[in-house]
C-alpha cells in the first residue's frame, strides 16, 4: 500500500464514504508500522461534490477528458495565430463538448445513488472549462484527485490560475527514505509474522471479489445512466405521441363538423333549388294566363268598340 493508491481509492468513494475509508486505510498503515504514510494519508482532505464528480467522470471517461484537454491546445494556438474561423469552429465543438461531459458527470453520480444538483452541475462545467483554458488545470483535471471545483475567468488571458487545490503524492524516494531509516527491529517482526497462503489466497480473492463487484457497480451505473437518457426519450416521446394524438381529434372532429355543416348548406341548398324551380313554373303559368288575359281584354274592347260605332251610326248618343 502506497499513497498514490489510497488516493486513487479515496478519491473515487463517494464523499460521505471519504472520512470513514480514510480512517481505515490511515489504520491499516498504522499497523503495519509505516507512520509517514499513515500521516500523509491523514492528510488528505475530502472531495467537494462537483470535484468527486470531476474525478468520477475521469476514470469513467478519460479518453473524453484527453480530449477535452487537447482540444483547449488548440484553441490557445488558434487565438495566438489569429485563426477566426477555426476558432469559431473550435469554440462551437468546445461548448458542445463540455456540456456532453457534464451531462455524462451527472449521469455516472446519479448511478452511483448520488444525483448532484444544478449549482453543482454548474462548478463540474466550470471545472472542465477551466481544464481547457489552462494547461496546468487540465493535467490537475487528469489525476482524477481533485478535491475542490476550478473555475477560470476567459480563454487565453492573463488573469490569475485556478486554485487548483491538488492532491500532490510525496515523491516516492523520499518515503522510500524514511522507511529505510526505521530499524530493522521495526520491520523483521512483519515479515516474521506473514501471511500465511491460505490468508494470500483469501486475501487474492477478496481482491479480486472487490473488483468484480466495483466493475458491477460501475456497469450498473452506466446501465442506470442509459436507463434514465432512454427513459426521458420514451417520456418526451409519449408526451409528443399524446399531444398529436389529441391534435387530431381535434382535427377529426372539426372536419365532422364541418361536414356537418356541408351536409345542411347542401340540403338547404337542393330545398332553394326546388323552390326555384317551383317558382319558374308558376312562372311560367301566370305568363300564360295573363297573355290569355291580354288576349280577352284586347277582344272585349274591340266589342265594345264596334258596338259603340254602331250606336252612333243609328243616330244614337
Known amino acids: 500500500m502506497d499513497l498514490e493508491q489510497v488516493a486513487d481509492e479515496l478519491y473515487e468513494v463517494p464523499p460521505e464514504e471519504f ?7 490511515q489504520d491499516e498503515a498504522k499497523a503495519e508500522g509505516d507512520k509517514a504514510l499513515a500521516k500523509e494519508i491523514g492528510a488528505l482532505p475530502k472531495p467537494s461534490a462537483a470535484a468527486w464528480a470531476c474525478n468520477l467522470l475521469v476514470r469513467e471517461h478519460r479518453t473524453e477528458i484527453e480530449d477535452l484537454v487537447e482540444l483547449g491546445d488548440l484553441l490557445r494556438a488558434a487565438q495566438e495565430n489569429l485563426a477566426g ?11 458542445q463538448l463540455v456540456t456532453a461531459l457534464t451531462r455524462q458527470a451527472r449521469g455516472l453520480a446519479a448511478g452511483r445513488g448520488h444525483p448532484v444538483s444544478t449549482a453543482v452541475a454548474t462548478q463540474v462545467e466550470e471545472t472542465l472549462r477551466a481544464a481547457m483554458a489552462d494547461p496546468d488545470a487540465g493535467q490537475a483535471l487528469l489525476t482524477g484527485r481533485l478535491t475542490s471545483p476550478m473555475s ?16 500532490h503524492p510525496a515523491p516516492r524516494h523520499t518515503r522510500t527514505t524514511e522507511r529505510s531509516e526505521k530499524p530493522a527491529r521495526t520491520r523483521a517482526p512483519a515479515k516474521q509474522a506473514g501471511e500465511s497462503a491460505a490468508d494470500r489466497r483469501a486475501r487474492e480473492q477478496e481482491e479480486r471479489r472487490r473488483a468484480a463487484e466495483e466493475k458491477r457497480r460501475r456497469e450498473l451505473a452506466e446501465a442506470r445512466a442509459v436507463e434514465q437518457e432512454a427513459t426521458a426519450a420514451a417520456d418526451e416521446a409519449a408526451a ?8 387530431t381529434e381535434e382535427l377529426a372532429a372539426r372536419r365532422s363538423e364541418l361536414q356537418a355543416r356541408v351536409d345542411e348548406l347542401a340540403d338547404q341548398l337542393a330545398e332553394a333549388e326546388r323552390e326555384v324551380a317551383d317558382a319558374a313554373a308558376a312562372l311560367k303559368r301566370e305568363e300564360r294566363r295573363r297573355a290569355a288575359a291580354e288576349r280577352e281584354a284586347a277582344d272585349a274592347a274591340e266589342a265594345r268598340d264596334r258596338a259603340a260605332a254602331h250606336v252612333a251610326s243609328l243616330g244614337g248618343d
Open 19 to 25: 472520512v470513514a475509508l480514510r480512517t481505515t486505510r
Open 85 to 95: 474561423d477555426q476558432l469559431r469552429a473550435l469554440d462551437v465543438q468546445r461548448r
Open 240 to 247: 409528443l405521441l399524446e399531444e398529436q394524438r389529441q391534435r
Open 152 to 167: 477560470y475567468s476567459g480563454l487565453g488571458t492573463t488573469v490569475s490560475k485556478p486554485d487548483l487545490r491538488l492532491v
